[in-house]
DNA sequence: TTCGTCATGTAATGGGTTACATGATTAC
DNA sequence: GTAATCATGTAACCCATTACATGACGAA
């Protein structure tokens, strides 16, 4: 009853989102698509019914924002629905985002965590970071196997693809370590900030 | 009944690397992973599947080698099941490798048919490639554009995010034009080769 | 008044994964 | 003889898409 499965990314991505502010869903796909828009797309087809979901969790709710124009107000159809996180949908914000698991790394989640960084603990951003660098490193390392296994025969086409590939894959590895390396600098940081308390219990960087 | 819907980009793929070789299913997922390793991962639950699909669909079929050697044929119970393609089966990729359309240069897609490209004829080559390019360059300007409209107000992360994607896209963008380039040079080269039949016919050929 | 965009939704479908279940072959 | 890997498959599920249907609102 308490943890079902969410909506894979789309939840975490809905959350974060009116977690900044609240939105209706034209818009939240918007800026949906302007965020992740890179690395995937979604549709109404799939926002709404994640939407209504979260509705019937409780973790969003409508907001309506009661024009006190009366005016307008008895025309008033219903169009545009504000949705807002409530307190659960807080929580279950946070819960999502201190999660460092696959889920967080691999390819369809890791954009998503990425982006909402500044509200992710110090230390799950880290484990992240190194959780998908390494997963990078052991594709490139398989990939690189295969294609030393397979020197000859291989058409110019399916080496240009490989090499394509694996150039990007190791300028995403470079860019992981510099941002590896910035966490950890950080960190120390803190640390030394903080060098006063017992050295081994440095909890406190909530957010930014 | 004719052409119903296949396999997705898997159907390609499999026929593809049938085409070049028989295997059977282990193997052929092993070969699949290596080809496309950068890009994505089958497992069997959907390869056996859809080779089970294509046997029905006379595309393929299983060729168990028939060891001349009588020792080892009383007892080869069968495990490994070899596929090869049937005429149907090359007709059929033939197709696919023809069809330049959003399914050719989509994410999904692309780098499977770019794998085969040296199966594909010129002129299509060509098409998927210019296809993909302006399909990413709309991608760039859409982000570009919400780039500028919330210049101010994105944290840190979100655009670290977004100036990494930019870039890789651009890259790939830049990788693209080199592709065609090459293509368009080879293309007029084929054209210079030809000269001597009608020397004012081949201005275009690169219909669009 | 009509067209384009904003805005909300649903039903059918799809392509693929995970987890499971089983057995053969090889290496130690 | 036992563990790892090779090898083949199935069933349940999942996340999201496509195509469709509806309607409000502003501008031409």
Not at 62 to 88: C, G, M
Not at 140 to 157: G, H, I, Q, W
Request: charged share 30%.
């Amino acid at each position: 009853m308490a943890g079902k499965k969410g909506a894979g990314v789309l939840e975490l991505a809905v959350l974060g989102l009116l977690h900044e502010s609240p939105m209706h869903g034209y818009e939240l796909r918007k800026r949906l698509n302007a965020l992740l828009g890179m690395f995937r797309a979604f549709s109404y087809g799939s926002l709404y019914p994640c939407l209504k979901q979260l509705l019937t969790s409780g973790l969003i709710v409508e907001d309506r924002p009661e024009e006190p124009n009366v005016a307008l107000a008895l025309q008033s159809r219903r169009s545009k629905i504000v949705y807002k996180l409530t307190a659960d949908g807080k929580e279950r914000l946070q819960q999502l985002l201190t999660e460092a698991g696959p889920a967080s790394w691999e390819d369809e989640g890791f954009g998503v965590h990425f982006a909402f960084f500044s509200h992710t603990r110090a230390d799950v951003r880290l484990r992240i970071l190194e959780g998908r660098r390494s997963r990078l490193e052991e594709r490139l390392e398989s990939v690189r196997a295969a294609l030393a296994r397979t020197r000859e025969r291989v058409d110019s086409y399916t080496l240009e693809l490989q090499n394509h590939g694996l150039e990007s894959v190791e300028r995403e590895v470079r860019w992981l370590s510099e941002l590896i390396g910035r966490e950890r600098a950080e960190q120390e940081q803190q640390a030394h900030r903080s060098s006063s308390l017992t050295s081994q219990d440095m909890p406190r960087e909530t957010d930014r």
